[in-house]
């Protein structure tokens, strides 16, 4: 069964894209279906600190890991290199220079857990111990006095902390009866 030349062309026609599209794929990467079984993948550390594992740090201790591990990309005090200011300009939101970094911004202090656990030093992520990333987060968190230098940071001091701009997001929608009565609620498709 041969094919007239009018309906080669159409299939070679139609077969030509995909052959095309995989033959000019890069083939880099790998199949994220293997990755995402493993257990820290799927560790997501709630706001109410749900999830966080047991372990401690202290600012101290975090000072010494940022140096090694973080001050290349975030500066030496977590300011002021290529990576995204990490602290200061607490209170700047409302200033005409508004500066997000985590502690003026953030408004749960266990994402900072989370954030970093799963994602820092940005070219080896899942690297730290659990130990680290407490240290890390109180050494963070104390630059700005958000928590006392000697605080320990653990699983059921970190859910306490309140940063600075907890109350600055407005609720989209209403789930507590705090939202329900906060007149900076928008209310989406009203
Ligand atoms: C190789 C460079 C590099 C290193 C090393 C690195 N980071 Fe980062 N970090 C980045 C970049 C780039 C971003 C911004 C990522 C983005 O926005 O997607 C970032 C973002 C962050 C953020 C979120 C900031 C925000 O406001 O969104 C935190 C927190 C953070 N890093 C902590 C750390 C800690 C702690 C370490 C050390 C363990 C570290 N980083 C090491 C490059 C780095």
Redesign the pocket.
């Known amino acids: 069964m041969f094919m007239d030349s009018k309906t080669l062309l159409i299939n070679l026609l139609l077969i030509a894209p995909s052959l095309a599209a995989e033959s000019m794929s890069p083939n880099l990467g790998q199949d994220a279906t293997e990755q995402s079984k493993k257990p820290e993948w799927n560790l997501t550390i709630t706001p109410d600190g749900k999830n966080l594992p047991a372990g401690a740090g202290t600012a101290a201790e975090g000072k010494l ?2 140096a090694q ?2 001050s ?3 500066g030496p005090e977590g300011i002021g290199a290529s ?2 200011p ?1 602290v200061g300009e607490v209170g700047s939101l409302t200033s005409s220079y508004p500066e ?3 502690n003026s ?1 953030w408004p749960y202090a266990t994402t ?1 857990f989370d ?2 656990r799963r ?5 080896a992520p899942f690297s ?1 111990s659990v130990n680290e990333v407490y240290a ?1 987060s109180a050494y ?1 968190l104390d630059r700005d006095g958000i928590i006392e230098p000697n605080f320990e940071l653990n699983q059921y001091s970190l859910p306490k902390v309140t940063m600075p701009n907890l109350d600055g997001f407005i609720p989209a929608y209403p789930t507590t009866l705090k939202d329900l009565t906060d007149e900076r609620t928008l209310y989406i498709n009203d």
């Open positions: 890991i940022f591990k973080c290349g990309c975030h990576a995204e990490l997000k970094t985590v911004y900072l954030y970093i994602a820092m030093p940005i070219d730290l890390l963070i």
